[in-house]
């Protein structure tokens, strides 16, 4: 090489040693650019070194950096963890002394013994998620050699260690001297190969700083030896000079081979580690190449050069141009390479002499140096000297032969081949005989022949998670056309997958409705889409489209499933261009290497272009060994589907006319919400393919808690496996179900049938044993709720309706909903029914059974609620069946070990609290409690014990055991090292779970007992001490796969309370583990710490630090329940719920003030008791007005609060001796203190700021009452109704009318006529202005002071009459009609028409005439009333057969104008809040008498039916009331008509018809029809009930 190049050369050596100088140099001393190269080494992602960078860290920086300012910098967790691990190492090794410096005069001589000694393997296996082997290790990336690693251990580690280089390729962003920097020995480089000796360069590339294989002499003549040259300087020079040299090289090398009869390629623009000492020897740089021309026309100097220059001229090929890749490559740079064929033919007898160009500078000419013969001697051509001459021509003729030999040895040579059958089938099912169902695949490819379509079967019949299609015409023509007709897919843009809006993860992958359907992402544009995304070129892909794709794989590499999953293959169809290229790229870098990626491609010529550009991120070697290259796709399509199932028989559905219908794949997959139960399930199996072994695993893993499937039925059915044992409650259920088909009775178009059932009593397997029975008869299926509702019932009416031509016809379908919410079912249900309706289906059709399976801890009070449909399960066995359950338990012991059958062994010894403990004992005797494994069991347990259908995923744990298995190449291998991973103990108890949807593996507990037993035999571990270990878990919260769920659980666990109406046997104030710490372990302390950890776990969830509130507030610690109440609001502050806690911290310090003073308060401390009142005061009607705006929920407990508190508070004041009390104890003086403007001298100035307060008390506390009485008027309350009442908790949530009764006499007491006894000097100390107020409060006192405790006393039979009667007399004597305002009047009136309900003969009841001449002021159209005015304008204005026998239209213009108000209120109050939350409370029917006797209240009609009214109409599937003999008596049936779907009848005239709304839609006729039906009044309007047509 010339000199001119030597000081940059020099420039380079020094950077590239001052960057390896950090290996060596104190971490103290370590620059930005030293801690840039570490982490290089350490694999972190190129983005963050820059951030790093950036930021100036330093060695010294290096030492203090932590998670959160790594977590700032936007770090994702395993990158932070993998850095923070390496930190702490290299903190151990440093304080080490360092070796001496190597001698950096000649790097090119660095040996293995000078490298860092690679860490032990144990070390690497305790480090977890992101432990690496450190490149720098593998001798193989050190010395560059021929020889490769065979065994696979050999190639992982090679692999591995080659990683490095694509992250130092790929460095993007950096400054400029370290993109020209050379790769020094420090770092790892990958191996190349070299071109194709003598064959055309076509696709093939070499990549930049890639190593080929060293230079080397004469083997066996026809291997090509190789040389390599810089030329790096001398490229930059003119022409002559650069042709001089160029022509100097070739002609020198060639003699020497053609001397020696060897083939020969000499390289340019590939280092000589002698003479470029900054470089790796044999080191890919590329020059740059100004003229292609300038190399070819320097070698037309061969003719003068040789003496036999026509052989010279055929062994020497023209040069080839090989292009340079590489990310960071800016120029386009080639390898330009001189091929040297020495055939037989043309060196035969001739010795060369070659006479070398030179250029002169001194002349500026070209000039010839001597002629001189040259040869090989190993890696270097050289001069033959003058003395061995001779002997050098003498061996001439035997080189000949032997070149003759050669050749004719070449020629005989067969091409080996590849078994690539085997090595697809190896590549495709991760080492296995089959493809594993829990694989998924994500399929790369472009574009697709006509041709190639027909052998692309294996692919539909692959678990494909998404494609990435980059042919736009793919939709048209191409695999997405075809894809379609065997499969139902999304099809997405590159920007569906970009997240711009920032959807969480759970919101991304519902809204892409990943898992459902294969995903179809258009890479590149969609030719027939009319949208915008349209197809691109290259260099527009590049940058428009790139960033996209990046983010697409990005999320579903780093979110979606972990790697072990997947597979993503690549199938090249036709030509590749950069963006597949690209692709490979991001997937390479996301999946950390090749274990997961393999390429499929027919033609070679396709693969070789695919695999020059991706040799760039992957050496050339593994990309070979996970490709399949050159197999016919035909060979490919047979070779895979042999590693499939057989799948013979179509998938069958029972019709109506008793035949089948086949349901195809497609349809089927587009009712993704339902897990379809086919006529023929299972039937495809063939029997032969299942051996013993996989029988009994099938079996093993029900016996030891697992779900049921279909395919152990199916088994059962043929005999190759134990029979189902039936509990007797499988033949309620069937009776029930039987009952619904095809019983007597008026049927609605969804009924429901509910099973209850304790945990691992066997419910869920009763539910799926009818309908495996139920299949042939009707269409079954499991629905899946963690789908919207108008999702699920679209796919239900579908699945009804599929194949059918009569709609009214079709068979029902049995949806089994398994742990579902009430509230989901009953949105269900009401849609179904809506759909139905709309579609006009016979009135009497069933069309679809709901069979809901819940689990409960106390199921029997779930059934106690709807005994008629509700069928319960515990783990109590009959007689019957515990004799069926011993008998197969001892015949089971005889064929499986008992552990792997202990959960039915449990069950068949009724889950007896003994049995369990002796169980666990024996299982947690020697169980190391040291250990990660014992822990994770504790935790699982914990959560298992509180959560239902908890469960942590085996990503997680693989993670916080420090496994590596969830990065391992192999997944059946995964579950091998998780389980060799687990003690005896952990497999007896761990069951494993497999998510349906994303097939992800989950851990959970056998059995809800034994978790809970484990935690009890723990005396050394308390719960709070589980729990909280569990909070500090970093690698269970922050791992990315299962995220969402595993935090939920946790959540729950602190957060979610036991309710009786969700099963559960008490209702909780606090969670229930909280509530264990504070109770059992009687640790408040310990609950708070935990609730506060908790906290900051997440992310200060202010709803945590509501719980924190009620936690101390429960324990009296007001301070701190006030500090965390404001935090919560401060997060929140328009919660209702919140305002509420908020409240109610307050609540509790007034009353335990209170209760510690014994209620008897000093004066003067009056004001430190009354702040406490005021303040919770204040924040309840905060919470009032936060409920009002609140649109979807309804919260009352504000209003409940400020009653409870203004009644405490009124009983203090009347303890005062400053207020004059009588003998009741009523105090005059306190009275004229809250109602008037007086206030006492000694109170005057001390209570200053509290006088408005206490005056409005009265006012506050009547509103609120007002609001809950209206309020029980508008909507029924069930819990009310049931007759058993106990452990219900707070008596305002489970029975608010009678709190409210109770409230109202409490608070009427101070206002009560008693006050009016007259003074000393016989004067009314009383004014007239409250007067009135008093007289009403001796009203209220009685109940009659709203229209919700004037109806409750219809049903009170003991004294109504007496209590309505004084009503009545009172509003008579006290408060003249005219006097009246309009809310004393309706309840006046209202009291009336109670009063006649229970006494219709009381001599002083107003006629029906007077009443409604006392409803006028109410038909004032410019003033607004209470929706209860309006609710007695229909009482008192519907029809009366003997009053209105004339026609009047003015009396159904008042009965329009009341609807139309009531309705308008009605719509206000209700919201947006689902109907079956607040349902409309009837409080008339319309009987057969007139006048005020035809208004029959809704207690006079429940007592003819065992039940309240709203039973009546929620079980009317189970009772027909109009049926009724009693009730047909009572009730009057109302002529009417159906229009339209709507419900009408007929005014006073004939013309005028009112709207009567129907209680169920589903009983309106399609077409017009003539109608009867029963009326009902509430507050919602007018509402018909049991409508029959005429």
């Not at 390496?86 to 293995?112: F, G, M, T």
């Not at 020079?237 to 001089?244: C, G, P, T, V």
């Not at 020697?926 to 995923?953: E, F, G, K, P, W």
Request: hydrophobic share 35%; proline share 4%.
């Amino acid at each position: 090489m010339s000199e001119e190049g030597r000081p940059e050369r020099g420039a380079l050596c020094s950077l590239a040693a001052e960057m390896e100088d950090y290996r060596v140099r104190p971490l103290d001393d370590w620059t930005e650019d030293h801690v840039r190269e570490w982490l290089r080494s350490i694999h972190i992602k190129t983005e963050y070194i820059d951030k790093l960078f950036d930021e100036e860290v330093t060695g010294p920086a290096l030492k203090k950096i932590n998670d959160e300012f790594l977590k700032r910098l936007g770090m994702k967790q395993g990158q932070i963890q993998l850095l923070i691990e390496e930190r702490n190492e290299l903190l151990k090794k440093d304080k080490v002394p360092s070796p001496q410096p190597r001698s950096r005069k000649n790097p090119a001589k660095l040996s293995l013994p000078d490298l860092p000694a690679q860490d032990d393997a144990g070390h690497q296996a305790t480090q977890g998620m992101g432990a690496t082997i450190h490149s720098e290790t593998s001798a193989s990336t050190i010395q560059p050699s021929e020889s490769h690693p065979d065994t696979e251990e050999e190639h992982l580690i090679s692999e591995e260690a080659l990683s490095l280089d694509k992250t130092q390729n790929r460095s993007a962003g950096t400054k400029e001297k370290d993109k020209s920097r050379p790769a020094h020995k420090s770092q790892s480089i990958s191996m190349t190969k070299f071109r194709p000796f003598d064959k055309e360069v076509g696709i093939f590339k070499y990549v930049k700083g890639h190593i080929l294989p060293p230079e080397s002499g004469v083997e066996d003549l026809m291997a090509p030896c190789h040389e390599f040259k810089s030329l790096i300087d001398a490229s930059k020079l003119h022409r002559e000079k650069l042709q001089a040299k160029f022509a100097y090289e070739v002609i020198k090398f060639a003699s020497a081979c053609m001397n020696v009869r060897t083939n020969g390629t000499i390289h340019f623009g590939v280092m000589d580690s002698k003479q470029d000492q900054c470089y790796k020897h044999g080191q890919v740089m590329g020059i740059l190449v100004k003229d292609q021309d300038w190399y070819v026309d320097a070698l037309d100097c061969i003719e003068k050069c040789f003496n036999h220059s026509d052989a010279a001229r055929a062994c020497i090929r023209t040069p080839k141009f090989i292009e340079v890749v590489g990310n960071d490559c800016e120029d386009q740079c080639f390898v330009v390479e001189v091929d040297v064929v020495s055939d037989s033919a043309n060196v035969k007898g001739h010795a060369f002499q070659a006479s070398l160009p030179k250029f002169n500078d001194k002349t500026n000419k070209r000039i010839q140096e001597k002629k001189t013969y040259y040869r090989r001697i190993g890696a270097k051509s050289v001069p033959v000297p003058e003395e061995d001459l001779v002997v050098f021509i003498q061996k001439l003729q035997n080189l000949d032969e032997a070149r003759e030999k050669a050749e004719q040895n070449v020629t005989c040579d067969m091409p080996t081949i590849e078994d690539l059958g085997r090595k697809i089938s190896v590549l495709l099912t991760d080492g296995k005989k089959y493809i594993n169902e829990s694989l998924r695949y994500i399929l790369v490819t472009n574009q697709c022949t006509e041709d190639q379509l027909m052998h692309v079967h294996f692919l539909m019949r692959m678990d494909i998670l998404c494609v990435f299609d980059f042919d736009p015409s793919s939709d048209d023509k191409g695999l997405c056309s075809k894809y379609k007709e065997h499969h139902a897919i999304n099809i997405h843009s590159l920007e569906s997958y970009s997240n711009e809006s920032r959807m969480s993860t759970g919101d991304l992958k519902n809204k892409l409705s990943l898992f459902n359907q294969t995903s179809w992402i258009f890479c590149n544009g969609r030719s027939n889409y009319r949208g915008g995304d349209k197809p691109c070129d290259e260099s527009t892909w590049v940058r428009t489209k790139r960033k996209l794709l990046k983010k697409a794989i990005t999320f579903i590499c780093d979110e979606i499933l972990p790697k072990g999953y997947y597979i993503v293959v690549f199938l090249l169809l036709s030509s590749v261009e950069k963006p597949i290229i690209d692709t490979f790229h991001e997937f390479y870098t996301e999946l950390n290497g090749m274990d997961h990626i393999i390429c499929i491609s027919e033609n070679k010529e396709d693969y070789e272009k695919w695999s020059n550009q991706a040799q760039t991120s992957c050496n050339m070697e593994i990309l070979d060994k996970r490709s399949i290259v050159g197999m016919q796709l035909s060979h490919i399509d047979a070779t895979v589907q042999n590693l499939l199932p057989l799948s013979s028989s179509t998938r069958q559905l029972s019709v109506s006319t008793k035949g089948v219908c086949v349901l195809t794949t497609p349809d089927e997959e587009r009712m993704h919400s339902l897990e379809v139960l086919c006529t023929n399930e299972c039937d495809n199996i063939n029997l032969e393919d299942l051996n013993k072994e996989q029988i009994e695993e099938i079996e093993t893993t029900f016996y030891r808690g697992g779900k049921v499937n279909w395919k152990h039925f199916w088994l059962a059915e043929q005999g190759k496996c134990e029979a189902f044992i039936e509990r007797e409650a499988c033949t309620d259920v069937h009776n029930i179900l039987n009952e619904i088909l095809y019983g007597n009775r008026m049927r609605l178009p969804v009924a429901r049938i509910k099973i209850a059932h304790q945990p691992g009593s066997g419910g869920s397997t009763v539910a799926r044993q009818i309908l495996w029975k139920k299949r042939k008869e009707l269409r079954c299926a499991v629905l899946k709720s963690s789908f919207l509702i108008m999702t699920a019932c679209e796919h239900a009416v579908n699945f009804r309706e599929y194949e059918e031509k009569d709609i009214n016809l079709c068979h029902p379908v049995l949806l089994l909903i398994e742990d579902c919410d009430d509230e989901y079912i009953d949105d269900l249900r009401d849609e179904l029914t809506k759909v139905m309706v709309s579609k006009k289906i016979t009135p009497s059709k069933l069309c679809f059974i709901l069979l809901s399976c819940k689990r409960a801890n106390a199921p029997e009070n779930l059934s106690r609620f709807s005994a008629l449909e509700t069928v319960a399960i515990t783990h109590k066995l009959s007689k019957g069946e515990k004799i069926k359950f011993t008998t197969k338990a001892e015949k089971l012991k005889k064929q499986f070990s008992p552990e792997s059958i202990i959960t039915f062994i449990l069950m068949s010894q009724e889950f007896v609290e003994e049995y369990v403990t002796n169980f666990v004992h024996n299982v947690m005797e020697n169980v190391d409690h040291s250990s990660n494994v014992t822990r994770l069991m504790r935790y699982v347990a914990l959560l298992n014990c509180y959560i239902q259908n908890s469960y942590i995923s085996m990503s997680h744990c693989e993670a916080f055991m420090g496994l590596a298995a969830h990065t391992a190449a192999v997944s059946g291998l995964r579950q091998c090292n998780f389980n060799s991973c687990l003690s005896e103990q952990a497999k007896l108890i761990f069951i494993e779970r497999v998510d349906p949807v994303t097939s992800i593996t989950c851990i959970h507990i056998i059995h809800p007992y034994v978790a809970q037993e484990i935690l009890k035999q723990l005396p050394d571990n308390p719960q709070s001490q589980i729990a909280m270990a569990l909070l500090q878990e970093d690698v269970l919260f922050h791992h990315r796969f299962g995220r969402e769920e595993f935090l939920g659980f946790v959540r729950d666990l602190l957060f979610r309370r036991r309710k009786i109406s969700r099963g559960d046997s008490v209702d909780s104030f606090l969670s229930p583990l909280i509530e264990h710490v504070c109770e059992k372990e009687e640790n408040q302390e310990k609950a708070i710490d935990l609730l506060k950890v908790a906290y900051e776990r997440f992310e200060k969830d202010p709803f945590l630090a509501q719980q924190l509130a009620r936690l101390h507030y429960k324990y009296d610690k007001f301070d701190a329940a006030k500090y965390w109440a404001e935090t919560a609001r401060s997060q929140l502050p328009n919660d209702s719920f919140i305002l509420d806690t908020e409240g109610q911290v307050y609540k509790k310090r007034f009353s335990f003030l209170l209760d510690k003073s014994n209620n008897v308060v000093p004066l003067e401390d009056f004001p430190k008791f009354f702040e406490h009142a005021l303040k919770a005061m204040q924040c309840f009607r905060a919470a009032q007005k936060a409920a009002r705006d609140e649109s979807e929920t309804m919260n009352n407990s504000g209003y409940f609060g400020e009653v409870e508190v203004g009644c405490r508070l009124l009983k203090l004041l009347s303890t005062f001796e400053i207020f004059r009390q009588n003998k009741k104890d009523k105090s005059h003086e306190l009275l004229h203190y809250l109602l008037t403007d007086y206030i006492p001298e000694a109170i005057k100035k001390p209570w200053l700021q509290y006088h408005n307060y206490l005056k409005g008390l009265h006012q506050n506390i009547y509103n609120a009452l007002e609001w809950i009485s209206e309020d029980l008027s508008y909507f029924q309350t069930d819990k009310s109704d049931d007759k058993e009442q106990k452990n219900r908790g707070e008596e305002q949530v489970n029975s608010p009318r009678k709190w409210l009764l109770r409230k109202i006499k409490v608070f009427a007491e101070f206002f009560s006529s008693h006050l009016l006894l007259p003074s000393e000097n016989g004067e009314d100390n009383i004014n007239n202005s409250i007067s009135k107020l008093i007289q009403r409060m001796n009203i209220y006192g009685l109940g009659g002071g709203s229209i919700t405790t004037i109806l409750s006393m219809i049903s009170d039979h003991s004294n109504s009459i007496t209590k309505l009667s004084n009503i009545v007399e009172l509003y008579t004597k006290c408060l003249p009609g005219k006097n009246l305002d309009d809310i004393d009047l309706i309840n006046y009136i209202m009291s009336q028409i109670a009063l006649a309900c229970v006494a219709p003969d009381y001599p002083k009841l107003l006629t029906f005439q007077q009443l409604r001449d006392l409803c006028n002021r109410f038909q004032n159209p410019r003033k607004s009333f209470p929706s209860s005015a309006y609710l007695l304008l229909l009482l008192l204005y519907w029809k009366d057969d003997i009053i209105d026998k004339v026609p009047d239209a003015a009396k159904d213009r008042i009965l329009s104008f009341a609807l139309q108000n009531i309705r308008r209120l009605h719509n206000i109050r209700i919201k947006n809040i689902p109907v079956r939350k607040k349902r409309t409370n009837v409080l008339f029917f319309l009987g057969h008498n007139y006048g005020l006797h035809k208004l029959l209240h809704r207690s006079t009609v429940e007592k003819h039916m065992e039940g309240p009214v709203n039973e009546w109409r929620l079980k009317s599937d189970y009772l027909d009331v109009g049926k009724l003999d009693s009730a047909q008596k009572l009730l009057r049936t109302v002529p009417g008509f159906a229009e339209n779907g709507k419900i009408y009848a007929m005014g006073h005239c004939i013309k005028e018809r009112i709207e009567i709304v129907p209680i169920n839609n589903s009983s309106v006729p399609y077409g017009n029809e003539n109608v009867t039906f029963y009326l009902g009044f509430t507050y919602a309007g007018l509402l018909a009930y049991n409508i029959k047509v005429q």
